[in-house]
């Protein structure tokens, strides 16, 4: 967050459509992959510049052009030439730090969402920004570092299986925010697990590291509201869109994709339900432990108040004090004590409170 507010700096006062690129280099180069298909043929390739794709224009296929690396600001410059793309549609792209959303601009549709990873060793939540710009018989997909999250579309396309290949670039769209969408459960169902440990630690183990845990799992579960709340909005948005671009037969998909949206959200809102539960019930475990602690000290202290008593009374030195002379006098103060003591403790343990 602070390279970005960094950045936003250094962009301040410029013109509106301007190529600056905000956010963290992920990769040292950035790469171009072209995708052609139809229902018969298919042609894969990578690509020098953007420029190399115009030809794919002109061809009857569906064009599929993923770009990884968005710190090369020349590339973009070509694609606001080819594709004829808005230059505050490129400027946005370029900046990482977007709300979800879609735009209908006529002649495409400027979609950008998050995708969510889980970094393997350390657990952390990484957020990539994956924009993706849907006209007619093409797709410009554009991510910050490479990913095996469209693997799989990648491969139905070379193997010609579903209806891929016989469908236009909107049914392309659909599969990669699907794709997006159900790594949101991975991600989540490996967070909830998480969150049971934690419930489960807090109730035999409550230490400061499990409520530390909390609280940054507290703060991945806003981060995450925040990346994913809006993906709702945004499927809903391409459903009741009147572009052409998207075929009646998609709206069917686009609403399975809703479904699993909305599912996504009440994941995330149960989890920080979890989370604050988990929250008070270490506080309440702690609690229980300090309370179990003053009980046991104020027991400690309530036995040794009569024995203060009489050891007080008769640690003074006042001449006519008949028990100071007496033969058996110190014995008989033992015996009273102990007497005293014994007493105490049989009615604190009917009573329970120990």
């Known amino acids: 967050m602070s390279r970005n507010r960094k950045s936003q700096r250094t962009k301040a006062g410029l013109p509106p459509g301007s190529l600056i690129h905000i956010g963290e280099k992920l990769v040292e180069y950035v790469s171009i992959n072209l995708i052609d298909y139809t229902e018969n043929s298919f042609t894969e390739r990578k690509?020098?510049?953007?420029?190399?794709?115009?030809e794919a224009l002109v061809t009857?296929?569906?064009?599929?052009?993923?770009?990884?690396?968005?710190?090369?600001?020349?590339?973009?410059?070509?694609?606001?030439?080819?594709?004829?793309?808005?230059?505050?549609?490129?400027?946005?792209?370029?900046?990482?730090?977007?709300?979800?959303?879609?735009?209908d601009y006529g002649d495409y549709i400027y979609i950008v969402l998050k995708m969510i990873y889980l970094e393997p060793e350390s657990h952390q939540i990484i957020s990539e920004q994956i924009s993706l710009i849907l006209g007619k018989d093409f797709l410009l997909s554009f991510q910050e570092s490479t990913g095996n999250t469209f693997n799989p579309i990648r491969d139905r396309i070379r193997t010609s299986k579903g209806r891929l290949r016989k469908s236009g670039a909107d049914y392309?769209?659909?599969?990669?925010?699907?794709?997006?969408?159900?790594?949101?459960?991975?991600?989540?169902?490996?967070?909830?697990?998480?969150?049971e440990d934690f419930q489960e630690q807090v109730i035999g183990n409550p230490s400061p590291e499990v409520l530390s845990s909390i609280h940054r799992a507290k703060r991945?579960?806003?981060?995450?509201?925040?990346?994913?709340?809006?993906?709702?909005?945004?499927?809903?948005?391409?459903?009741?869109?009147?572009?052409?671009?998207?075929?009646?037969?998609?709206?069917?998909?686009?609403r399975d994709v809703y479904e699993h949206s909305v599912q996504v959200i009440e994941s995330i809102e149960m989890m920080r339900d979890m989370l604050g539960s988990a929250l008070d019930i270490y506080l309440s475990s702690t609690s229980n432990r300090m309370n179990e602690v003053m009980r046991v000290l104020t027991v400690i202290s309530t036995l040794f108040i009569p024995l203060t008593f009489m050891v007080g009374i008769y640690g003074m030195n006042f001449e006519n004090m008949p028990e100071l002379k007496l033969k058996y006098g110190y014995e008989g103060l033992w015996v009273i004590m102990i007497l005293t003591v014994a007493v105490m403790i049989t009615f604190f343990r009917k009573r329970k409170w120990f």
Not at 47 to 54: K, L, N, P, Q, T
Not at 80 to 89: N, R, T
Not at 181 to 188: E, H, K, Q, R
């Open 60 to 103: 009857p296929s569906i064009s599929w052009i993923n770009m990884v690396g968005l710190h090369d600001v020349t590339q973009f410059q070509q694609i606001q030439d080819v594709f004829g793309i808005h230059p505050l549609v490129l400027e946005d792209i370029l900046s990482t730090a977007q709300r979800p959303r879609m735009e």
């Open 172 to 195: 392309l769209a659909y599969c990669m925010l699907d794709a997006i969408v159900d790594n949101y459960f991975v991600v989540l169902e490996e967070i909830g697990e998480k969150i």
């Open 47 to 54: 690509v020098e510049s953007i420029e190399d794709c115009r």
């Open 220 to 254: 991945d579960m806003i981060h995450l509201r925040k990346a994913l709340w809006p993906v709702r909005e945004l499927v809903n948005g391409l459903q009741k869109t009147e572009s052409s671009l998207i075929e009646e037969s998609t709206d069917v998909f686009l």
